[in-house]
Every structure is written in structure tokens, then in C-alpha cells.
């Protein structure tokens, strides 16, 4: 079973900044695409970018392009993503997803992932 940890949630005020950590500590394989999505109250969940992780290609949600980061650390067990210029708007539980599996569709959407975290609230607030 591949678990994932998310780390770095907490409040913050609007324009200020926050990186996520996730982890898969007990799973020594490769992943195909790992991804961070978001789901606010009432809404549903919302991809933010993701990535790819043999060659680090990575996509963005129009909503957070230019404003965040999503990266890998040299392990590529580790996904981060750093948020800037946070806005209200971006509060919500924010989870972390792995695909292990190659596809040939699409790492954007969340039926392409196989494994979630439980996910770690952000709070943007003045």
C-alpha cells in the first residue's frame, strides 16, 4: 500500500507564502506523475499542478501559474510545492496524489491518481 504524507498547511496572510511537503515514506519504487490538488468547501476538488516525475515536466493551473512551484527532490520521493502571493481565494485542504502506473491520458485530472494523502489545510487570511 503506497501511503503519502502532506506537511506545511497552516494560516497565512494574503501575499505571503507557504511551502507543501509530501512524502511516500514506505515506498521504494518509481512513481509515473505526482500531483497536488485542492478542494475548498463546496467545491470541487481542483488540480494545481503536477508533475512528471522521470523528466520533471510540469503543469500548472491557470489560477496558480507564475505564483507557485511544484518540484521533486533529487529522490523524486519527495513533492513540494511553494505557494506565493497567497491569495484568499486559495484556501482549502490541499492533497497530494501519486500515479505509479504509466498511462497514456492525461496526469491533470484526479481519476488519473491511484493514491491520495489526507490532505493539509491552508488558511489565507488577513
Known amino acids: 500500500q503506497v501511503q503519502l504524507a502532506e506537511y506545511g498547511g497552516g494560516s497565512v496572510k494574503p501575499g505571503g507564502s507557504r511551502t507543501l511537503s509530501c512524502g511516500i515514506p514506505?515506498?521504494?519504487?518509481?512513481?509515473?506523475?505526482m500531483g497536488w490538488f485542492r478542494q475548498a468547501p463546496g467545491k470541487e476538488r481542483e488540480r494545481v499542478a503536477h508533475?512528471?516525475?522521470?523528466?520533471?515536466?510540469?503543469y500548472y493551473a491557470d489560477s496558480v501559474k507564475g505564483r507557485w512551484t511544484i518540484s521533486q527532490d533529487d529522490t523524486k520521493k519527495t513533492l513540494f510545492l511553494e505557494m506565493n502571493a497567497l491569495k484568499p481565494e486559495d484556501t482549502a485542504r490541499y492533497y497530494c496524489?501519486?500515479?505509479?502506473?504509466?498511462?497514456?491520458?492525461?496526469?491533470?485530472?484526479?481519476?488519473?491518481?491511484?493514491?491520495w494523502g489526507q490532505g493539509t489545510q491552508v488558511t489565507v487570511s488577513s
Open positions: 496524489a501519486a500515479r505509479i502506473r504509466p498511462t497514456s491520458g492525461t496526469c491533470g485530472t484526479p481519476e488519473a491518481y491511484e493514491y
Open positions: 514506505k515506498y521504494s519504487g518509481r512513481t509515473y506523475c
Open positions: 508533475i512528471y516525475t522521470n523528466n520533471g515536466d510540469a
